[in-house]
């Protein structure tokens, strides 16, 4: 299952009008990296919990096929008036919800949120989840002590069974260094503890409960890469490796006309009178201007347009942003409506202190 119902609210406003889990990455949703990766490790049949936005993750991804999935969806919501409104039910009330409709967890089931990169091998942690008997189990990573107030902590014991949580604590309050990423495995029967028809969380409610009851409920700790993509000041730091090269399975799509140069079909650039330093990727329909200037790590969308005298500094360009005559921009997210600084602040169209000329940004 795929947990995909949240409204995204820390990567506004890359979530305005998309919901977290189809934020782009190399021009394909965050979402769709997770389900290929399901699908090379034999996961057949995927649900999604859906709210925000629902109908644009259910238009992308259909029933699935394209990856050799089969897709499902449960809309978490309500019909108020002749408006259908989003009620999301929280992490493990959605599951239930699924459950009580149609029975779909009879089996072991993954579990994991629909906004992070992850390589995990997952058949090695369904073997160790079996082979402790467990009922849940939480995937965790190591993370450095200073990290520790950034993540949920996962308290064990010397066989790895569960004791206790923490959210965020200080370094010198942390009691493991071992944080959540958000990744489960659960047992049909621990579907049945949560309640029916109530919002219902997994780490805050769930888990809890699974060990005041001494449930068979243990923490992994395994190696594997773990991108979450939880501000915007991490998408953009995610892209910039990406870009670089430094995550598996994600590779450049078009062609490479130079060295750390890739671009899409029906490019206008005229190559002698620009400067252009790699890794840059230009989308297909971009217009580079003579004169324009664009170093790398930079993504530029489909059907973008750059002036004369622009230049973009390891920036990520939105489908169809246009950049005007002589402006500059470095590390930044932009859009036709809105650009946000790596620190995640943000300036929307009409807003007197933008950068963006915004009577010049919309193509």
Not at 74 to 101: C, K, N, T, W
Not at 196 to 221: H, R, Y
Not at 259 to 268: A, D, E, K, M, Q
């Amino acid at each position: 299952m795929i947990l995909a119902a949240g409204q995204g609210t820390r990567v506004r406003p890359l979530t305005k009008d998309l919901p977290k889990p189809m934020v782009p990455l190399l021009g394909k949703p965050v979402m769709e990296y997770l389900i290929e990766h399901m699908a090379r490790h034999g996961i057949r049949e995927i649900m999604v919990n859906v709210a925000y936005h629902h109908r644009k993750i259910e238009h992308y991804f259909g029933d699935g096929s394209r990856w050799g999935v089969e897709i499902g969806y449960s809309y978490e919501g309500v019909l108020d008036h002749g408006d259908i409104l989003p009620r999301p039910r929280g992490s493990a009330g959605g599951m239930r919800h699924i459950q009580d409709f149609s029975g779909f967890f009879d089996e072991t089931t993954l579990v994991l949120c629909g906004d992070a990169l992850i390589d995990l091998d997952i058949g090695a942690a369904v073997h160790e989840h079996k082979e402790k008997g467990a009922v849940a189990s939480v995937v965790a990573l190591d993370v450095p002590p200073d990290q520790v107030q950034y993540y949920g902590i996962v308290v064990p014991d010397k066989e790895g069974r569960v004791q206790s949580f923490q959210e965020k604590p200080r370094p010198e309050d942390a009691k493991s260094t071992l944080a959540s990423t958000g990744i489960y495995l659960f047992e049909p029967s621990v579907v049945d503890l949560i309640p029916s028809a109530q919002n219902f969380d997994i780490g805050s409610q769930l888990f809890p409960m699974l060990v005041e009851q001494g449930l068979p409920f243990f923490v992994q700790n395994r190696f594997f890469n773990w991108i979450d993509i939880g501000r915007v000041s991490d998408y953009w730091s995610v892209l910039q490796r990406v870009l670089r090269g430094q995550v598996a399975h994600m590779n450049m799509p078009g062609r490479e006309v130079r060295p750390g140069v890739w671009v899409g079909l029906n490019t206008r650039i005229d190559w002698d009178r620009v400067e252009i330093e790699g890794p840059v990727y230009i989308g297909s329909s971009v217009k580079v201007e003579p004169g324009a200037r664009i170093i790398g790590p930079t993504w530029i969308g489909h059907g973008s347009h750059i002036r004369d005298g622009a230049t973009v500094t390891r920036c990520v360009l939105f489908d169809y942003t246009r950049i005007g005559q002589g402006m500059a921009f470095s590390e930044m997210v932009v859009s036709p409506d809105y650009c946000v600084d790596n620190k995640g602040g943000a300036v929307y169209r009409g807003d007197d202190n933008c950068l963006l000329r915004w009577s010049d940004a919309r193509a």
